[in-house]
Nanobody, 122 residues
């Protein structure tokens, strides 16, 4: 599968953005999907994941209640709705595909999109 993320941009604190990740190649339903982020000078950080059917979702504590991950396997799309954005959310966001059934670590994923930049100003 190949992935491409888009939808990033610059917003003020308290604003919202929706990131999208398009998939091509293999059926999206073969993969658990995740979103990670990497701020300047920091390690890549797990943000959210969703199981293959969409029935289970997982979140970084810092984004619970503000971010929502969802997917549409038929359209080969994965979304990350981000509300109440904070300056600490500023980072490049990556979507990734996991064939392993595990989701929390970058090494659980074998395919990554190119990333989309989110900048939140105070």
């Amino acid at each position: 599968v190949q992935l491409q993320a888009f939808g990033g941009g610059s917003v003020q604190a308290g604003g919202s953005l929706r990131l999208s990740c398009t998939a091509s190649g293999s059926p999206l339903s073969w993969y658990d999907m995740g979103w990670f982020r990497q701020a300047s000078g920091k390690e890549r950080e797990f943000v959210a994941a969703i199981s293959r059917s969409g029935g289970n979702t997982y979140y970084l504590d810092a984004v619970k209640g503000r971010f929502t991950i969802s997917r549409d396997n038929a359209k080969k799309l994965v979304y990350l709705q981000m509300n109440s954005l904070e300056p600490e959310d500023t980072a490049k966001y990556y979507c990734a595909a996991s064939p392993s059934g595990r989701y929390a670590r970058p090494n659980d994923y074998n395919t990554w999109g190119q990333g989309t930049l989110v900048t939140v100003s105070s």
